[in-house]
Each structure stands twice: as C-alpha cells, then as structure tokens.
C-alpha cells in the first residue's frame, strides 16, 4: 500500500521522523486518493485507457474539493504529505502536485519550524534540478512567515538547502533569486554569517576572499559577500554601485577584490578533470580548463564591478587581460561570455583614459558576435564619460607602445642597438645593429644570452604593434566609406603624428579643405598646402577619370606602395539593371562558391553571418556588414548550392543571391532602396562581395575539372574564363602600367579579358578574374596549381593583390616555357603543340 511505503520511505533516524508520520496520519485520506490516482495511472496505459482517464479526472477533482476545504493543520499536513509523494516512483509526477502545493503554502498559517525542516529536506532530495528549485521557491514562502526564533531554528536546513542550490544545475536568473532568499533569511538570523558554497572552496581566484572570511569573519563582510553575489546582470544599477562601494568601505575590503580581479585575470584556471564540470550540459569526461564554474558567476561578476568601482585606473589592466582570457580566441581556458562581458562594461565605467587603450586593444582582438556589440556599447559609454563621440574615442585610444614619432624604438643591448621599427607601414621587424655598422634579424648571442629578459620583453612589444598596425589598417580602410572629415589639428593630432596610425596614413591620398572651400587631394608622404581648415579620406569615387588616372600613374612611375588599395580602388556603381530591381541587386548572384573558406572570409573582413547546415535555420544564410559609420547594413544572401549533396553537417558549397540595404533607425534596421544609399557605402559594400566571390568561386579553383565531375561544370566554364569584374578591370589596369617595365614586356599582351603570354613552345592566355590559362590554337585549359609560398617581391606592386601576383608568376614562368621542369605542366603543354 502506498500509505505503508511512504511511512517507511519517509523514515530518516532524525528528530523530524514523527513530523512526517503525523503529517501522514492526519491526512489518511489524501494518501488513500493518491494512492487511486496511481491506479488509474497504470490503467490508463493500457486497453481500458479511456475509462480510466475519465475516473482519474473525478479523482482530481475529488482531491482539489478536499484540500480545497482543509484548515490551517490539515493543510499543513497536506502540504508534507504531497511533497514526500511527490517523485516517489514513476506514476506520482511533480507536475501532478505542483498546482495543489502553490496555493496551500500560500494560504495556511501556523507553519512550524519542524514542518519547514522537513519541506526543505525534501525539496533538496528530488534528483531534477528544476523540480529541487520549484519546490525551494514554494517552500521558501513558507519560511517567510517564521519569525526570528523560528528561522533560526531552521538555520541548519536553510544552509544545506543553499549548499545544494549552489551545487545544482538550475537555470541562471532561478539560482539567483532562489540564492538571495536564502541569503536573506540566513542573514536575519546571523549577519556575520557567510553561507557554505557563496565562496566556491576550490577555486584558485577565490582564495583571497575565503581567507579572509575564515580568519577576520566580520558582519560587514559578510553583508558585503551577500552584495557582490546579488549581481546577475551584466551591468549593476546606479543604486548597487552605491551600496558597493559603502560596504566596501564598511568591511575594509578595496584591497581584497582588487586582489581577487587579479586573480581571475591571471592565476591558474580550474581543471574539469580535477574540478568538475564549468556548467550542466558539459560532462565531466569532456577535458578543459575554465576560470569560473557557472554556479560561482554571479559572485565573479560582482567582484569584477567591484573591483572597477572601488579601484579604478588600478583595475584597468586586469580587467582588460580578464576580458580577452575569457572572451579572446586562442586562449588556456573556455569561453566565459558572461564574465567577459562584465569586464567590458566595467572597463568603460572606470573614467580612466588608460581604459580607452584597453577597450580598444579588445576591440581588435574580439570576435564573438555578442562581445563585439558590447564593446560597441562600452566605448560609446566611455566616450560618453569623456565628453567625445564614439568615433573620436576609437582614434584617440590607439596605443602608441611608447615608440618615437617614426615608429619605431630603440635600445642598447650587450654592445647592440636594438631596433624595433614599423616598416612600409605593413610589418614590424627587430633589428640588431654592431659597434661596426652591421646589422642582423637574428638576436646575437651577447643579447640572447646576457638580456634574455630584455629581448622577451622587446619581441611581446613587436607582436604587440603588429596587432595594433593591423587593427588600425582595418579601421582606416572602414572610413572609405564614412566621408568623415576632421579639423586639421585633430587629424595632425590622432592620424599624420601617430607612431603607428601615421604609419599608415602617410602612404595615403588626403583631401585637405582651404580658405577659399576647394578641397585639394595631396600624394602620400607630401606635406598639405598652406594651412587647411579641414581634412577627409580621398576616394575615387569622388574623383575624375583623369584624376584617378593621373594618381595611379604617379604611384607607379614613384613606386609609391599604398596600405591598402586606394588609388587603384574598385568602384562599384548603381547599374540599370540595379535601378531597375529597386532594393536588391543581383550583380553577384548565382556564383557556386565553396562555402567553409566563404564563411572564413567574412569573418575576416568583419561581417557577421549564420552558419548554413542541416539544422533549423541552417539553409537561409544572411552575411551583414555595417558601413559608413555604422549607419549602413549590406546583407548578403547565400544558400547551400542546390545539387550539393549535404553528406556533412555544412555544405561543401553555397550559391550566392541578392545582396540588400538596410538604414540604421533609432535601435533598428530599415530596408532601403538602392537608390538611397550613398555612393561610397554601396562602392564599398560591393567590392566586399565582389571579393567574397572572386576570391571563393570554384571558378578561380585551378584544379577543379580534376576533382569537381560534372557537378557546377557549366557554371564553371562560363565563369571561370567570363567578363570582367571591376576587381579584375582593376588588374588590367596595373598591368598596363608595369608590363613595359618588366623583362617579359616584349612577349605579353593585353587582349580584352586576358594577358596573352608567347612562349616558345605555345601561346597562353591568362584570365584577369581566376588566373586561369587557356592555350593557343584550340584553348585547352591548363592546370597550374599556385605554391603555397609567398611571392619573392621582385615586381613592385603598388597595392597587395594575391591574384594579381599570381597573374605575374603565371606569366613569368610560361614565357620560359622551355625551361619547365615540372613533368604535369609539360605534359599538357606538349599534348596540343
């Protein structure tokens, strides 16, 4: 009988044993019904499922009118009674009782300390963690009606049930309302008290504020540990931020969570195998280290704030290194989005102008999705503080890393000058310079042995600049689309007098605004005319034919090497075809791509897209890209490719589609049409895509009619030899440029789509889009598969063009045809001449 298996279940040898068996007398008849339902639980399995149903809902209803009638001590009993059935075996579900509990616990009075005991121990017996935290919430209803001698009579239950709530999976904002509570209770009955498992025992970053809760156990601490644990979002209101820094000062405690924010941003994280999981869903065979376990967050992110609010500039660098140890790539331990998120924002609240460095550095380093938009927010939030847009923030926060106005930074070594330098505003080198004169990239032994310490520190400082230099050559080249313009001073300031941005800028073309409001376009590294009033970024999509001409003939004619491509930047404008669709262009649509190095590719160049596969959501692929100030979005949409056979989790290949516009409008995005977008935001958009699909297509894939079948041929065949894109028209145009120079001059030419290349033993033609090569008389395709190495820089480029450079070494080798060593490439040569 149910009522026998109970009373034995609900035997523990403790002093509550015959508050459970009164409970079970007084409600005879509750176990009796419970007791029928199971039966018609069973029954409704089966052949008789129907009638039975039917017989389980009239006992329902009998229950809900018995209880419904219950007083104050039956219904406590009642209560008792439904949570020791509850989960007892496989036909008395939780669910069933949940409904019946709720409203009893909130109506009964007279709650004893015993019957409170005894709900608390239950609920921290049930095996799921969401029934142990509903059944906590409603038990806890309960205990808020004991008073003072009544709660600290359950002082040993609230603080097991706190130690198991600390211990289990439960669901993020339900543990931390359920942890507040029991705190609140625990603390009426003992301030100074701090509840088992509030600070996690094991982990090495908690070592600071446990020991000093075990050795100076003070009521002000503990009120203080309770606040930094109350914190679950990730920023704190105005009104936390008050009373944190008052209990701070109360328990003395500045100090102590500056020590523990150190602690999280450097000391050894926790190991899964040693440790346990980091959170529910990841088993504990799954081996890796994190820094904070998921129940332990809340407590950490406190400390985070906490540390910010109380020591400010001092908390900078271990908020910063904190961040990237939890939210970078590449790091020791396992990505903590909420904590690094709590990091960001607190860095931007410091008002410290060395946390504009740190956010920046960040910025170029992060790459989550979620992150990002974070710090999105944190540094418009410090700009805020500093009384300057978002914008000005971002150019004013670059580090310079301490070097000179060149560039570059000097010190003298074990008889060496040592010499950390940006060079051509594209790399960072480390050179070492003898009494002599002579120099070295390699550390000499005198520096290596004698200043191993010194040379570690200059070869951090080296990696260090070249993420600086490349997150501001991203950054500069993003204002192409801006059409931002500063004072003349700013710009001297932020941009031509910066160790590393003047780097940059240097090798640029700038338009400079005069007294009489003509603007004036200067060549790189010349000094602007007179005295300017303004200055922006020239673009040749505002610029003439013949201007663009004339800049692109003196880059080469001066040999002038820009950072990135602006003189001989594609423009990309509105075509009929565009104007005629209105909101979408299908300039690059219908391209078979291959689509793991596409979505490579978009995450290089910054442009934030799902991931196409075989899950809901997976065959609708949108790439968006913010331009011109983030005031624009290009959405670019693609699709797995239709005779992609979908063996793998993703597509081996993706098919392009239309590419759309969206206006930023107030916290959303406005589909546009076309028309409205301003020329240089759609130029640039454009010319992303453009290289997506250059870059990516099967077409430019030297080796595919070897491995690809019949699968995309045609589409292979019309683009892989096709018209010309204005990336490739840009191509043609260097090429016109620096052929006459080069000692092959007299063997190429340029015919419409191809560089014509005369060997000795047959002609070549070489397309300007994919580099691949048809041969003379009957365009016989030939396979050229490129090294994997870097080009030699003999041919001086004016820009950086992988495929450009791989046209030139193509070109180079077949018009020494005879002189091939490489049997595949002769013997495709020689099967046609």
């Known amino acids: 009988m149910l009522y026998d298996a109970l009373v034995a279940e609900s035997r523990r040898n403790d002093s509550l044993d015959d508050v459970r068996s009164a409970a079970l007398d007084r409600v005879r008849w509750l176990v009796d019904l419970l007791e029928r339902q199971r039966t018609e639980f069973r029954r409704s399995m089966g052949h008789e499922h129907r009638r039975s149903r039917a017989a389980g809902a009239a006992t329902q209803a009998e229950i809900d009118g018995r209880l419904a009638a219950c007083a104050d001590e039956e219904g406590r009993a009642a209560v008792l009674c439904l949570m020791l059935a509850a989960c007892f075996d496989d036909t008395s ?49 309960a205990a808020d009606q004991l008073d003072a001698d009544g709660r600290r009579a359950v002082m040993p239950w609230l603080r097991h049930a706190h130690t198991e709530l600390m211990d289990t999976s439960v669901e993020a904002r339900l543990r931390a309302s359920l942890a507040q509570r029991l705190r609140a209770l625990l603390a009426s009955v003992d301030e100074a008290y701090v509840p088992e498992g509030l600070i996690p025992a094991d982990a090495p970053w908690a070592s600071p504020l446990s020991d000093r809760a075990k050795t100076s156990p003070t009521p002000e601490l503990a009120v203080f540990v309770r606040h930094l644990a109350s914190l679950s979002g990730p920023r704190p209101t105005q009104r936390w931020r008050r009373t944190c820094l008052e209990l701070a000062d109360a328990a003395s405690a500045r100090d102590l969570v500056a020590d523990v924010l150190r602690a999280l941003a450097e000391d050894d994280p926790l190991c899964s195998r040693g440790s346990g999981a980091h959170t529910g869903w990841l088993h504990d065979g799954y081996h890796y280290h994190y820094v904070v376990q998921q129940n332990d967050g809340d407590l950490a992110r406190g400390i985070v704030w906490a540390a910010a609010l109380a020591d400010g500039p001092a908390a900078v660098r271990h908020l910063g290194a904190l961040a990237l140890r939890t939210g970078g790539p590449g790091t020791d331990v396992i990505e903590d989005l909420k904590l690094a998120g709590a990091a960001i924002n607190a860095l931007a609240e410091t008002g410290d102008p060395t946390s504009l460095e740190a956010l920046w550095r960040l910025q170029s380093r992060i790459k989550h999705r979620a992150l990002r938009k974070q710090l999105d927010t944190a540094l418009v939030t410090a700009a805020g503080k500093q009384g300057i847009t978002a914008e000005q923030l971002i150019e004013r926060s670059v580090p310079d890393h301490g070097l000179a106005p060149d560039g570059s930074l000097e010190r003298e070594l074990g008889g060496h000058r040592v010499r950390v330098a940006i060079e051509e505003a594209a790399t960072v080198r480390i050179t070492f310079t003898r009494s002599d004169g002579g120099t070295s990239r390699t550390a000499p032994a005198a520096v290596k042995d004698g200043f191993p310490d010194d040379l570690q520190e200059l070869k951090a400082l080296a990696k260090e600049v070249r993420g600086t230099l490349s997150g501001e050559r991203a950054r500069v080249e993003a204002l192409m689309s801006a059409g931002r313009e500063w004072p003349y001073d700013e710009w001297c300031r932020h941009y031509r007098d910066h160790p590393v941005t003047g780097a940059l800028v240097r090798g640029l073309i700038w338009e400079f605004l005069g007294a009489d409001g003509t603007w004036r376009a200067v060549a790189p590294m010349a000094e602007s005319p007179g005295r300017p009033e303004r200055v922006r970024l020239w673009h040749p999509i505002r610029a003439s034919t013949d201007d663009i001409r004339a800049w692109r003939e003196r880059l080469v004619a001066e040999r002038l090497r820009q950072p990135f491509k602006q003189a001989f930047r594609e423009i990309y404008l509105l075509t009929p075809a565009e104007e ?194 048809l041969m003379e008389p009957d365009d016989s395709y030939l396979c050229i598969v490129p090294s994997r190495g870097k080009s030699d820089g003999k041919v001086f480029l004016p820009f950086e063009d992988e495929r450009l450079t791989l046209i030139l070494s193509k070109a180079f080798l077949l018009a020494a045809d005879t002189e091939i060593t490489d049997e595949s490439i002769l013997t495709q040569i020689k099967r046609g001449a």
Request: glycine share 10%; aromatic share 12%.
């Open 580 to 773: 005629e669709t209105g909101v979408y262009s299908n300039r690059f649509a219908a391209h078979i791509v291959h689509y793991r190095q596409l979505y490579a590719l978009f995450k290089e160049r910054g442009w934030q897209a799902n991931f196409l596969g075989r899950h809901d959501g997976g065959y609708d692929g949108k790439a968006r890209a913010e331009f011109g100030d983030g005031e624009w979005r290009a959405c670019f949409h693609h699709e797995p490719a239709a005779d992609d056979d979908g063996s793998g989790y993703a597509p081996e290949h993706a098919a392009t589609d239309q590419v759309r516009f969206e206006r930023r409008d107030g916290r959303r995005w406005r589909e546009v049409p076309l028309a409205e977008v301003p020329p240089p935001v759609f130029s640039e958009a454009m010319r992303d895509v453009d290289l997506f699909v250059g870059v990516t297509s099967i077409a430019a894939d030297p080796d595919w009619t070897d491995r690809g079948g019949d699968r995309y041929a045609g589409y292979w065949r019309t683009a892989t030899f096709g018209a010309l894109t204005a990336s490739a028209e840009v191509r043609r145009d260097v090429l016109e440029r620096i052929l006459p120079r080069l000692k092959i001059a007299g063997r190429c030419t340029l015919a419409g789509r191809f560089l014509t290349v005369r060997g000795e033993l047959r002609t070549y033609k070489i397309h300007l889009g994919s580099a691949n090569i």
């Open 93 to 141: 579900l939780w669910q069933q009782h949940d409904v019946e509990i709720g409203p009893l616990i909130s109506r009964v009075r007279g709650w004893t300390p015993d019957e409170i005991a005894v709900m608390l121990l239950r609920a921290t017996e049930y095996d799921m963690g969401f029934w142990f935290a509903n059944s906590l919430g409603l038990v806890l209803n």
